[in-house]
């Protein structure tokens, strides 16, 4: 009789459980449910301490996962801007300068389970912090998105191996391993051999197809390098077909900058203000600083 009672007691607790994450009163993923199952007692406690332990109220919107190191599959999901919390009081760039470890680690959770991915510059800020869980998280959700980021380039290496002049493979290859470059997810000499895999491949590329894009990548990667004859190679092939572009002003006048050649800036600015190109509001700005 006593074990019948405790089982309906168990039974009548876990589904309590599971009706208050339907409603959104506990605020851990519903696959927790099973661990209060699983786990008689014990398993309703732990669900409790999770649920109390960031100090969660019922009008918070973000949906914590319980096990906060794991960064799912869906790494590469884009995420919309307009998706976001609408009442986060705190500007992302600035939550790091709050004293409050609770905002800070209730922010870097959201981020963990949201798509760590596209916040790659917060978390590298994040991994110097002086919260030391904070910084644990945030090396943490790096080290996932490397590893996931060499599995992804290891599969489009060996697809590349396979089909080399295949276009749609090679751009899928330009655009990941670029992504990787800009975000600054390699240092030292990793970086430097897939700065200079990126030139061979998107040089590749443009050899079975010309883009605008691919150019401005071309020079901006030769130009990180500091492989300045390589940039102007690149920056005069540009220059056939997008001469009267803004990309393409603005990469000249950083060559030039590069290059030390302040008179030939000077030259270029007064012969592109005479030109009916459209430029932005920004590249206007620029061109006026160096026209003083």
Not at 129 to 135: K, P, R
Not at 137 to 143: D, E, H, L, P
Not at 159 to 185: K, M
Not at 234 to 251: D, G, H, I, R
């Amino acid at each position: 009789m006593v074990y019948i009672t405790t089982a309906t007691l168990h039974i009548l607790v876990c589904l309590l459980i599971f009706f208050e994450m339907l409603r959104g009163k506990i605020r851990l993923q519903k696959y927790m449910f099973i661990v209060a199952f699983l786990l008689p007692f014990w398993g309703a406690l732990i669900i409790l301490i999770l649920h109390f332990e960031w100090g969660f109220s019922p009008d918070d919107a973000a949906h914590i996962s319980a096990n906060k190191m794991s960064i799912e599959s869906e790494l590469y999901k884009s995420v919309s801007a307009d998706e976001k919390r609408s009442d986060q009081t705190v500007p992302i760039e600035e939550a790091l300068l709050i004293n409050s470890a609770k905002e800070k680690r209730t922010l870097i959770m959201d981020i963990l389970n949201e798509n760590p991915r596209d916040y790659v510059e917060f978390l590298q800020k994040a991994g110097n912090n002086d919260d030391t869980e904070v910084v644990h998280y945030a090396v943490t959700a790096m080290v996932e998105i490397s590893k996931e980021n060499d599995y992804t380039l290891q599969m489009l290496e060996a697809e590349y191996a396979a089909s080399p002049h295949d276009l749609d493979i090679l751009t899928r290859y330009c655009d990941f391993l670029w992504g990787c470059l800009v975000q600054n997810l390699m240092q030292g000499q990793v970086e430097v051999m897939n700065r200079a895999l990126f030139s061979k491949l998107v040089q590749e590329k443009l050899a079975l197809k010309e883009t605008l894009e691919d150019y401005k990548r071309l020079v901006l990667n030769e130009l990180c390098c500091k492989n300045l004859d390589r940039a102007k190679e690149a920056l005069a092939q540009m220059k056939k077909n997008w001469s009267q572009t803004e990309e393409y002003v603005l990469l000249n006048i950083e060559y030039l900058t590069l290059m030390n050649k302040g008179r030939e800036i000077k030259k270029f600015i007064r012969k592109v203000n005479g030109s009916q190109i459209f430029l932005s509001s920004q590249t206007k700005e620029v061109l006026a600083f160096w026209a003083d």
